[in-house]
């Protein structure tokens, strides 16, 4: 399956957005993620959900402002960003993985095989 988000943007801290990735497949076998990689940084896990859309986790840089939900029927996954920070400052990619296992194991960026062209978010302070 082939992933593209978009949805970023320039905004200022304190903003919202929300980024959304468009799958040119079914994505309900998928467990979804979104990293994101910051200039001179590794990319870095930011939240996955289920397959059904009923478990989520998230990296506690994020926990409490960002969301992330899913449609399978549209193929659709989306990251809800609020409270916007300049740290949240990155290029943000989705990605999809068949395999399973407890919140820690999808922080990997090595168990995801599919990849999105990232979306740029750009928070100003």
């Known amino acids: 399956v082939q992933l593209q988000a978009s949805g970023g943007g320039l905004v200022q801290a304190g903003d919202s957005l929300r980024l959304s990735c468009a799958a040119s497949g079914r994505i309900f076998s998928y467990n979804m993620g979104w990293f994101r990689q910051a200039p001179g940084k590794e990319r870095e896990f930011v939240a996955v959900i289920s397959r059904g859309g009923g478990s989520t986790y998230y990296a506690d840089s994020v926990k409490g402002r960002f969301t992330m939900s899913r449609n399978n029927f549209e193929n659709m996954v989306y990251l809800q960003m609020n409270s916007l920070k300049p740290e949240d400052t990155a290029v943000y990619y989705c990605?999809?993985?068949?395999?399973?296992?407890?919140?820690?194991?999808?922080?990997?960026?090595?168990?995801?095989?599919?990849w999105g062209q990232g979306t740029l978010v750009t928070v100003s302070s």
């Open positions: 990605a999809t993985t068949i395999t399973g296992g407890g919140p820690n194991y999808y922080t990997n960026d090595q168990i995801y095989d599919s």
